[in-house]
């Protein structure tokens, strides 16, 4: 939310005597700081943070600083899982690199709690948090394609589906997602799979350089030539080492127009459709992008189970590629088409907004045993006011074939990340839902090898350690350089202390 928009919500709220003020004196009137303001530290000790110091931090951004009590407040604090309802103590919104240095800045001198949100996507809320400071990237987005050098310059807060837009104008892409309201941020720095990663890489195989924003609040460029080592971290270290204000990022050439959408059968064929996943799926070509997915709704109707698809190679094999999968059987529903690509980008994002409360787990998965899918097909129970959703999204080819340690991701020899997700109505207790997913999922870990570090809630600090595998040594060594004190550790965090 930018400035004028906080302005225009805060005067449609009710602002007394609006219509009469200035709008610079009724920016003043909503950052007014009438007390002292209590708040945590990163281990959650309670500080109280005096009144000229908030005010001297509203006073030297550009930006906006936001307090409980403001309309923009609301907006600024909230994720996309309901279930998460945290409060911090005050919300930066910076208009660029500079309110971030001083934000990092004025918290790492009050040892706050820190979170920074870019699409708010995390399951586990990291992005908020309570009694800490909130840095909401909603203020700073945008995207710039130089098409003769194919490459794409994407402010730090910026969604998807503004890099997607941009470069495909001029015929070039990268790996985005896909979901479009979707943060650059979180899904660039933790790995980032998409409709033509298999082609082109991760998300992160393809940036560049970053400007990123370190605990000491300096803003560093990290790239080959420069801070190299920062560049490796920050490729798969996620949030571990600062706020990135700035990705450069390679573009592909590919045409607009790709092949996709779903077949989607009875979930009692849910061993048919998995075991078509493993031998035709996994083992296709890398222009073709296929998901394997099973789920029931929250009416309690019988389950469902299907592939989703994006050929991105010639239109006129598309059939034979998808005649293998064809071969399952009739489809309750048939929706491969000729897509846009940046639509097809889109076409899910009206079913990922949470207005219900959820919780996930997950694991990446090397290959798809009879046994695997023998535990997929049985866990699903189709039941009211319980929304249930297991989706093997596909990896390998162009991202199995990167060492696993060019860069900090390592998990390089899967064939999909495999994530169980349960939705409810919010008004429900969360208990019978959350023990009924880590039911189902104690069935699947055994064939599970780490997992995708923005899918996860309630790992152990062992296990979140354990998950960088070989290149966990070298992160923590540029986690002790770089955030020595943990100030970032809203994330799949690396603590200096261990």
């Known amino acids: 939310m930018?400035?004028?928009?906080?302005?225009r919500s805060a005067v449609a709220a009710g602002v007394s005597a609006a219509a009469t003020q200035s709008l610079a004196a009724q920016f003043a009137a909503l950052t007014e700081v009438s007390a002292n303001v209590n708040a945590v530290t990163g281990n959650r000790a309670a500080i109280e943070i005096?009144?000229?110091?908030i005010r001297e931090l509203a006073d030297s951004l550009r930006g906006n600083l936001l307090l409980p009590g403001n309309p923009a407040y609301e907006t600024a604090r909230k994720v996309l899982n309901a279930g998460i309802d945290k409060h911090p103590a005050l919300?930066?919104?910076?208009?660029?690199?500079?309110d971030i240095r001083k934000a990092v800045t004025f918290a790492r001198e009050r040892d706050l709690l820190l979170a920074v949100k870019c699409g708010g996507h995390s399951y586990a809320g990291k992005s908020t948090c309570d009694g800490g400071m909130q840095i909401d990237l909603s203020t700073l987005r945008h995207a710039r394609v130089d098409a003769a050098n194919r490459t794409a310059y994407i402010a730090g807060g910026s969604l998807l589906g503004e890099l997607d837009r941009e470069s495909m104008a001029v015929g070039l892409v990268t790996t985005a997602g896909t979901v479009s309201h979707t943060g650059i941020g979180g899904l660039t720095t933790a790995g980032g799979f998409g409709r033509v990663g298999r082609r082109f890489g991760l998300a992160l195989d393809n940036v560049r350089a970053v400007?990123?924003?370190?605990?000491?609040?300096?803003?560093?460029h990290a790239s080959p030539e420069e801070n190299e080592d920062l560049y490796w971290g920050v490729r798969g270290g996620g949030g571990n080492f600062g706020v990135v204000t700035n990705f450069e990022m390679a573009l592909h050439p590919m045409q607009r127009k790709v092949v996709g959408g779903d077949l989607i059968f009875p979930g009692a064929m849910a061993r048919q459709?998995?075991?078509?996943?493993?031998?035709?799926?996994?083992?296709g070509p890398d222009e073709l992008y296929c998901d394997a997915y099973v789920g029931s709704m929250m009416d309690g109707a019988d389950s469902m189970a299907g592939l989703h698809f994006c050929w991105s190679g010639p239109e006129a094999d598309a059939e034979k590629v998808f005649a293998p999968f064809r071969a399952i059987g009739?489809?309750?529903?048939?929706?491969?088409?000729?897509?846009?690509?940046?639509?097809?980008?889109?076409?899910?994002?009206?079913?990922?907004p949470r207005n219900d409360a959820s919780y996930m787990k997950a694991g990446f998965i090397n290959d798809v045993p009879d046994a695997l899918i023998d535990s997929i097909a049985n866990g699903i129970e189709p039941r009211d006011r319980r929304a249930v959703f297991l989706y093997c999204q596909q990896s390998g080819g162009a991202?199995?074939?990167?060492p696993a340690e060019a860069t900090a991701f390592a998990h390089r020899k899967s064939v999909a990340n495999m994530f169980l997700i349960v939705q409810w109505p919010n008004e429900d207790e969360a208990g019978q839902h959350v023990d009924y997913i880590r039911h189902y999922w104690r069935d699947l870990e055994p064939y599970t090898d780490g997992y995708y570090t923005v899918d996860t809630a309630d790992e152990s600090r062992a296990v979140r350690h354990g998950n960088y595998q070989r290149n966990f040594p070298r992160l923590m060594s540029l986690k002790k350089k770089y955030d020595p004190t943990n100030l970032f550790r809203l994330n799949a965090n690396i603590n200096p202390a261990a």
Do not use: C
């Open 50 to 53: 005096e009144q000229a110091a």
């Open 330 to 352: 009739t489809p309750i529903m048939d929706t491969l088409k000729v897509w846009d690509y940046v639509e097809l980008q889109r076409s899910g994002d009206n079913t990922e």
């Open 399 to 402: 991202i199995g074939r990167v």
């Open 91 to 98: 919300v930066v919104q910076p208009n660029g690199a500079t």
């Open 273 to 283: 459709v998995f075991e078509a996943y493993r031998e035709h799926g996994v083992t």
């Open 2 to 7: 930018n400035r004028r928009l906080f302005l």
């Open 211 to 220: 400007d990123i924003v370190t605990a000491d609040g300096q803003l560093r």
